[in-house]
């Protein structure tokens, strides 16, 4: 049995409700092997309870839960279910075959609900909890009610509610903030108020279910727990009904960056919640915004000329945690019109290039002058820079021709050489990639072995352009390329001549032997 006695004081738990709230944002319905899919990523984030669904509520719900129950034993399995023995009998059934198996009952108490939705009497509400709490406690020993709408309902009736729930054996009683309507204040001092009076309060677990309508989705949970809830429900990414749910990542790094405020903490391995994120988006097709908390894509970047400032002398500057505790690789610095002179210098180290002041100051104002006309400026932009400010001695791409007939292309290359001299030269190959590559090096007299090539996009919307990488061999040395442009064609023979422009640097500076074939 899950009480309140069976778990240290200071432990949350998670409730994710990912597959059934969550699942209810228009758009983000999942199949039962979707479902699946996501539970075991869950299970592996330390959920402690995994809501599956609604069985009552249509077949695929009841596939889901079985699928799930018969892979995941570890996890506490629940359903939900409505104050109607029907619900009741459909959630027991799915839930045969699991190992840690909870029945997750509500029913409407606020005013508003009990007269326009249900159209019964106090009376006749309490006389339902009752009977439904039995009746589900008849089959399974782990029993979670809700008062739905709690934090409209008046407080001695919420009461009231709670206590009959608790008599008929619930060993969970959740909170809802059904329409998000709370604030923190409030909800702190209603879950004070039940968990002081109520008899039989501290014997259960007293869990929070916050909506986000008003923004205030984690901050009400996080008050909550200071109230004494000891469950949160929440979900990946913040899915769920309207404006969404308590956001799980959110509040679990809440109580991980602020622990020794909030003295509470979960068993959440938080290095999986980027991860899972991303699973979730590629699983529904509902992406996070760039300026989530925690998981969106400019949580950890840095623009400001300041703030990159910062974090080059000490990430604590401009961090409150590190990207690798949430599984994000690392720190950006986004090089954009905001950046200033250490960051592009830091950049350009990272890239190999090490500059006097005046290069630097060169460089720098090209860079500026590159912010106008783009949002973002990548490393790609910043090797074209340095080839135009301050190398001299690379080929330069004029102009190229491509004629693809087939299995058979030809390319043609007009380059300008080290010398300033125009070289054309045109090659053929199986495609116009490799027509291109073999007439760059014809040009060039540098041979590369290509190991791997691929293209993508770069930037957002109208600044988006084709970045092309490649890795290749040149005496058993790996080297690697980038170049970018609007035409992927051409940002595949920058990425070529990155390369093989260095190589020559490489042998001008080192007095070696020539590197054609």
């Known amino acids: 049995m899950n009480t ?24 983000c319905s999942m199949s039962p092997q979707q479902k699946v899919v996501m539970a075991r990523a869950l299970a592996e984030l330390g959920v402690d309870i995994l809501e599956t669904g609604f069985p009552a509520s249509s077949q695929s719900d009841r596939e889901a839960t079985a699928m799930i129950a018969a892979e995941l034993r570890k996890t506490t399995l629940c359903v939900l279910s409505r104050c109607l023995p029907a619900d009741i009998e459909a959630s027991a059934r799915s839930l045969e ?40 406690r008849g089959y399974i020993d782990d029993i979670e009610f809700s008062p739905e709408d709690a934090t409209r309902t008046e ?20 909170m809802p903030d059904t329409l998000g309507y709370t604030t923190p204040g409030e909800i702190r001092e209603l879950f004070e108020r ?10 259960v677990v ?52 602020r622990n020794s405020y909030y003295n509470a903490d979960t068993g959440i391995d938080t290095r999986h919640l980027v991860p899972t994120s991303q699973l979730l988006t590629r699983l529904t097709g509902m992406q996070v915004q760039r300026n989530k908390a925690i998981v969106g894509a400019n949580a950890f970047a840095h623009e400001s000329g300041i703030h990159q400032h910062g974090m080059l002398r000490h990430r604590c500057t401009y961090e409150i945690m590190n990207p690798e505790d949430v599984g ?16 592009v210098e830091h950049r350009l180290r990272a890239l190999g290039y090490f500059l006097g002041e005046e290069e630097l100051n ?9 912010c106008e006309s783009q949002r973002v400026v990548n490393d790609a932009d ?18 190229m021709t491509i004629s693809d007939h087939g299995q058979d292309a030809q390319a043609q290359v007009e380059l300008s050489d080290p010398n300033g001299d125009r070289v054309i030269e045109t090659a053929q190959g199986e495609g116009p990639v490799a027509a291109l590559f073999a007439a760059l090096a014809a040009a060039t007299g540098v041979q590369l072995i290509l190991d791997s090539y691929q293209v993508h996009s770069v930037g957002i919307g109208a600044d988006a352009r084709g970045e092309a990488t490649l890795s290749v061999r040149y005496q058993d040395i790996e080297y690697e390329g980038s170049g970018v442009s609007e035409d992927i064609i051409e940002a595949s023979a920058l990425a070529w001549l990155d390369v093989a422009n260095r190589l020559l640097r490489q042998r001008n500076d080192a007095g070696t032997a020539a590197l054609t074939a």
């Not at 009952?105 to 339902?128: A, M, Q, W, Y």
């Not at 407080?155 to 959740?174: D, M, Y």
């Open 362 to 370: 060169l460089v720098f104002a090209q860079f500026k002058d590159l």
């Open 194 to 203: 039940l968990i002081g009076t109520v008899p039989g309060a501290r014997e």
């Open 382 to 399: 910043l090797q074209a820079l340095m080839q135009d400010a301050v190398e001299s001695d690379g080929y330069r791409l004029a102009a």
């Open 328 to 343: 994000c690789i690392e720190s950006q610095m986004v090089l954009g019109r905001h950046s200033g002179r250490a960051a």
């Open 4 to 27: 309140a006695s069976s778990q240290p004081s200071n432990r949350i738990l998670i409730f994710d409700t990912t597959l059934r709230d969550g699942e209810q944002s228009p758009g």
């Open 206 to 257: 007293f869990s929070t279910h916050c909506h986000n309508d008003l923004g205030m989705a984690v901050a009400n949970s996080l008050a909550a727990i200071e109230g004494g809830a000891r469950q949160v429900e929440c979900t990946i990414n913040g899915i769920g009904e309207r404006a969404g749910n308590c956001a799980l990542e959110e509040l679990t790094m809440a109580l991980k960056v």
């Open 155 to 174: 407080p001695e009736f919420l009461a009231e509610a709670v206590t009959v729930a608790i008599a008929a054996g619930a060993t969970t009683i959740n």
């Open 97 to 136: 075959n699991a190992a840690r198996p909870r029945i997750h009952l509500f029913l409407s108490t606020s005013p508003l609900h009990r007269e326009h939705k249900l159209r019964i009497s106090k009376d006749e509400v309490l006389e339902s909890i009752h009977k439904h709490v039995s009746m589900a």
